[in-house]
């Protein structure tokens, strides 16, 4: 079955790198997304990145995927205090995209608070 | 270009109440989507619509109906609220293209009595 499993929580000081991290058991998967949630407000895509890929970089956030093991992260480098929302991992299996539906699949989303 | 609105924002109802709350996008996406999201549960696809005139279940239908109305508009209906339903909805597009990347409204948090 589709799954997405994420820890709930994470706190860091402001400045410090956040790794948040995401655990997939579709092995078919295309495309996996990062979406940003603050406070009160809707999803906001971070970043994606495609399945043969290793790795991304975006100014301050690095995907990595490893695909062997299903496991991806994002990192934040300089976390700041405006960083603090909740971090949905997604994934589209590869039976919907090849329908074309772009069903994502999220995972529960992980907490992140920054210290100041 | 406003992205993906929702109206209601907030909306109180009573059990066996009816109300649809409404989404429309101005990217031309061909696909759109209804989300439910309850704590500790992550985001749940309701229905989604393809494209223009078709719709489909997704993983939590019961309850709810929708409308593709045009290919900017995706309502989603309530015929008779029950507490279960309280939560945040989440309408979402994407063009259907080799990205399929889903853009989000900013959501209607609704109470139901």
């Known amino acids: 079955g589709e799954d997405v499993e994420q820890s709930l929580f994470l706190s860091v000081r402001e400045g410090d790198s956040s790794v948040i991290n995401c655990t997939y058991t579709d092995s078919s998967s295309t495309y996996l997304y990062w979406y940003k949630q603050e406070p009160g407000a809707g999803l906001q895509l971070l970043t994606y990145?495609?399945?043969?890929?290793d790795m991304k970089q975006d100014q301050r956030l690095t995907v990595l995927l490893n695909k062997k093991d299903k496991h991806l992260s994002l990192r934040i480098a300089d976390t700041q205090t405006g960083d603090s929302a909740i971090y949905f991992c997604a994934e589209i299996p590869i039976l919907n995209y090849g329908g074309s539906q772009g069903n994502l699949i999220f995972g529960k989303g992980t907490k992140l608070s920054v210290k100041p | 270009n406003a992205g993906v609105t929702q109206t209601p924002k907030f909306q109180v109802l009573k059990t066996g109440q009816s109300m649809t709350l409404q989404c429309a996008q101005d990217m031309n996406h061909n696909s759109m989507y209804w989300y439910r999201q309850d704590p500790g549960m992550g985001l749940r696809l309701i229905y989604y619509?393809?494209?223009?005139?078709?719709?489909d279940k997704g993983e939590v239908p019961n309850g709810y109906n929708v409308s593709r109305l045009n290919k900017r508009e995706f309502s989603l209906r309530l015929e008779s609220a029950a507490p279960s339903q309280t939560s945040v909805y989440f309408c979402?597009?994407?063009?259907?293209?080799?990205?399929?990347?889903?853009?989000f409204g900013p959501g209607t948090r609704l109470t139901v009595l």
């Open positions: 990145i495609f399945s043969n890929m």
């Open positions: 979402a597009s994407s063009e259907l293209g080799p990205t399929d990347t889903q853009y």
């Open positions: 619509s393809a494209s223009e005139g078709t719709t």
